[in-house]
């Protein structure tokens, strides 16, 4: 057991270090913490220990792993020697990164994430900081001979190593240990950066993370642009976002605006994200006749009908991260709940709770799924529910299940039992799953065409189902006493990549009428409120998730100041616009056309110079913003 003693003492040696250090950084920048409570920055202590077991567990399961087999070769003190300076130069790589990010935080008041890959040619950068930073630098080198120090008078190399039971299962015990230590369970998914944030204030997740977990989780090339004069750049963009509605409220945050409108409105608002409800299959938005969403297009023409409406991206975690923040993610960057929660935006959640609104948000799938427990909670959501939560109630074919997280029949009929138990008024946010690829059948009954989990045909099956369980919660909706004070908003996360084979539909009734221009963008949008928007309309204004930030704000009169690359749909001064991403393609769409960009070169541009200068204009101020921390205070 001499080695396990070995590792032991190493790793919680290592496990004291990380956690000095985490305090360093509080005393440092005791000014970036003050908005959290005594509670919460102690919750964020304990929280960041188990981020440093993460941490370390990443870099101690190898040389461990090694040091535990169970091989007569391990006796040899050259190998334990080999492998213990391995775990050495680990634990060291760990505590610089971290030193590193210490003084990184300084200038960015956020953790290091992946624009450390943007250095790579600049590596003088590094040698400059380090010249500026020389006294922590020698801090380092000492705190390295003491490491050293510590391993040659821990370590023990009289060692027994054979390959016999006992030894297996010793060895069988460690890599469940770093199983655990990496991963909530072995189901779940590894613990990430979203998870490390004990309340909904950024400043929880920069005490409890570490910049060595940060850059770990984070880690994407990432090429900073400079594409014109910052101020100029700075003037496009707020020209684009120019309306009468908002007021710029603060310089050193280019996009933070405040809604005029200061007559609040206490409508509830539910919001229902559709997985994948792509508009050219929806009849009351395409006129394909293709009769599987007869009971949304009822919806859909009793309301306010938004037809030129586009997602901001081709994920679902890029549509939720438009729709909680009013900012798309950009090419290069990550998304939330994989290091972009690092830097300070504007939450829907966050906004709707200033103005006195009860919160709540759920998924049919799992509730880590996409991490949008965490990311809902960080957005300001008091309350979150996911497929562990939701009952079964039985209607669907009993012989199979969806892939993703439960029917819709069964998170729909949940979600309405769980506003009832709001306080008005409330935000509810649900998610839902069944059209997700593999498109499994919940019975004979909702297949309208010949079914198939991997094809258009199945998905307009599982479409069918979708819109029959959305269906029955709107009437089920309607009985209930706060409906009439309710605007309910419907909108899909992303389109579905299918629909042009066809040999497929040769037999078919369907008929889908030729594509229009960034087709594969566009997803439908309805407010429907009968009792507020007493006119049914169909709105053809250009639009996108992004925008639904900033019309609650300006409709609802909130008063929070919000930071958005988007504006009100029911704005009448404003320059209608659409930023979206497709992959490492940025996109701008306007009245006139739309231009994508790679950020090297122009793919397709029909709005000119113009378009070109708008596009990299909010690129480069938003990447800014993100890497600087300076989207929202």
């Known amino acids: ?109 956020r953790h290091i994430t992946n624009e450390i890959t943007a250095m790579q040619n600049d590596i003088h950068i590094v040698f400059d900081m380090i010249n500026l930073h020389f006294v922590k630098v020698i801090y380092f080198v000492i705190f390295e001979l003491i490491l050293f ?74 090429t900073i642009y400079h594409f014109f004069d910052e101020k100029i750049a700075t003037k496009y963009v707020k020209n684009t976002l120019k309306s009468k509605d908002f007021n710029f ?4 945050y280019p996009i933070l605006r405040q809604a005029k409108n200061t007559i609040a409105k206490k409508h509830n608002v539910v919001i229902v994200l559709l997985e994948s409800w792509s508009s050219k299959y929806i009849d009351s938005f395409s006129n394909n ?40 993610i950009l090419p290069g960057f990550n998304y939330l709940g994989k290091g972009l929660e690092l830097s300070n935006f504007s939450y829907l959640g966050n906004s709707a709770k200033n103005a006195g609104y009860s919160t709540m948000a759920m998924q049919s799938s799992k509730r880590n799924s996409f991490r949008i427990d965490s990311i809902a909670k960080l957005a300001g959501f008091d309350k979150f529910y996911g497929k562990e939560d939701i009952p079964d ?22 979600y309405l039992k ?26 004979k009954k909702w297949e309208k065409y010949k079914h198939d989990e991997n094809n258009i045909l199945g998905f307009l ?77 169909s709105i053809g204004k250009l639009s996108s998730q992004a925008d639904i930030l900033p019309t609650l704000s300006d409709y609802l009169g909130w008063k929070t100041p919000i930071a958005t690359a988007s504006n009100s749909i029911f704005s009448t001064s404003s320059n209608p616009f659409v930023l979206f991403t497709n992959g490492n393609i940025l ?14 070169n122009t793919l397709e541009n029909n709005l000119g110079n113009e378009g070109m200068k708008k596009i990299l204009s909010f690129y480069q101020i938003l990447s800014n913003g993100i890497r600087n921390n300076k989207i929202a205070p």
């Not at 760990?94 to 210490?102: E, G, N, R, S, Y």
Request: include cysteine.
């Open 1 to 109: 057991m001499v080695k396990l003693k070995n590792v032991i003492f190493i790793y919680l040696f290592a496990l004291l270090s990380l956690s000095i250090l985490r305090f360093f950084l509080f005393i440092l920048y005791l000014d970036d913490f003050a908005d959290l409570s005594f509670l919460e920055i102690l919750v964020s202590f304990l929280m960041g220990v188990r981020v440093d077991i993460v941490s370390l567990c990443m870099i101690f399961a190898l040389p461990t792993f090694l040091l535990f087999l169970p091989l007569k070769i391990i006796e040899y003190k050259r190998v334990q020697v080999g492998i213990y300076f391995l775990l050495y130069i680990f634990i060291s790589i760990v505590i610089f990164v971290i030193v590193a990010d210490m003084v990184y935080f300084e200038h960015v008041h």
């Open 149 to 222: 120090y510590f391993f040659k008078k821990i370590i023990d190399f009289n060692i027994k190593s054979s390959f016999n039971l006992k030894n297996v299962a010793l060895l069988l015990c460690v890599v469940i240990f770093f199983v655990f230590g990496i991963r909530n369970s072995i189901a779940s998914k590894p613990f990430g950066l979203s998870d490390a944030f004990t309340t909904n204030k950024t400043s929880s997740g920069n005490l409890a993370i570490n910049g060595f977990f940060s850059l770990s989780k984070s880690f994407k090339k990432q």
């Open 249 to 252: 409220i603060d310089e050193k």
């Open 289 to 328: 006749n293709l009769g599987v969403t007869k009971n949304f297009d009822k919806i859909a023409n009793n309301g306010l009908k938004f037809t030129n409406f586009f997602a901001n991206g081709q994920r679902s975690i890029e549509g939720i991260t438009a729709l909680f923040t009013g900012i798309p």
């Open 393 to 414: 109630l039985g209607l669907e074919r009993k012989d199979a299940k969806p892939r993703f997280g439960t029917w819709d029949n069964n998170m729909l009929s949940f």
């Open 418 to 443: 769980k506003i009832n138990t709001l306080e008005e008024p409330f935000l509810s946010f649900a998610f839902t799953s069944t059209t997700h690829i593999p498109f499994v059948s919940p019975g």
């Open 461 to 537: 099956n599982t479409l069918n189902y979708a819109d029959e369980a959305l269906g029955n919660f709107m009437e089920k909706a309607k009985r209930q006493k706060w409906f009439d004070n309710t605007i309910f908003i419907f909108m899909a996360d992303h389109t579905v990549g299918f629909g042009r084979n066809k040999e497929l539909l040769e037999n078919t009734n369907i008929k889908i009428k030729n594509d229009r221009a960034l087709e594969n963008m566009r997803i439908p949008l309805v407010f429907y409120a009968p009792k507020i928007f007493t006119q049914a309309k």
């Open 587 to 600: 996109g701008f769409v306007s009245n006139e056309g739309f231009i994508k960009h790679n950020l090297k």
